[in-house]
């Protein structure tokens, strides 16, 4: 046996301890008390966004966040305090950061746009919203996707960024929307007396709010005959079902009084009315 070597080996290993030791205790020092402060800081900025008035769904995403963020800067700072050669490491996160964000480019920027909604607050969970021609309710607002539930009972899942690149109707915003029924009249029909008819059939229909009052006006004159614009204003909630109730009271009242709008095809002559 090579006592020599044996020494040698010794010494050497002392010589690492006596390196190591001290820097990896500092580096287990530092990720208690490290996590520590983190686990705290993530606690207060849960607090603040809170009292900022930020959203449930943002608030839990963005204290986490802040957590990863500042665990990964504790670990760098035990892996420098080790000795550790972060320069390859650092070229490493950073081509795989660029080949992450072209590879999800779409997906970053339906996140971006969650953000700004949840920030912003344009709507919330439970208004009625219109977004081109896609109207519901909506269910659900998420980091990537909104979910709006129609009136025929379908989710729709628009992605964050189609909602923030274009028009967005907010009807639950002021409250109340306004309904627009479009109702013909014959030519050879007096235009008060119309008018009248209507109002007095939708008068009995509760879920009409009284103010603003209903507004009944000409729209447009066809070929066939003259068609009116009838608005009334309902809560959101009630969209649907006045408007399936007020056309079928102007339809009655119609009937009752021999109001008729139905023409043949082609072209013909009659009487214009008041």
Known sequence: ?????????????????????????AAGVI???????VRKIVELTKL??????????LRPFLSSTVGVILKGAV???????????LTGLFAILAATAFAIGMALQGSLGNFASGILLLTLKPYKVGDWIQLEDKFGRVQEIGIFSTDVLTPGNKILIIPNSKITDTVVTNYSEKGMIRLELLVSMPYSESFPKVKSIIEEALFPISKILSDPQVEIGINTFDS???????????????????????YAAIKKAFNNNNISVAYSEGIEIGAIGE
Not at 31 to 37: A, E, P, R, S, Y
């Open 75 to 85: 670990l760098f700072i035990i892996a420098s305090v080790i000795g550790a050669d």
């Open 31 to 37: 990720l208690w008390v490290g996590f520590k402060i």
């Open 48 to 57: 603040a966004l809170a009292k900022a008035g930020f959203s449930e769904t």
């Open 1 to 25: 046996m090579d006592w020599n070597r044996m020494d040698e080996y010794l010494q050497i290993a002392i010589d690492k301890a006596v390196f190591f030791l001290p820097r990896i205790v």
């Open 224 to 246: 066939h005959n003259i068609e009116l614009l009838v608005r009334p204003y309902v809560l959101p909630d009630d969209f649907w079902e006045v408007t399936f109730d007020a």
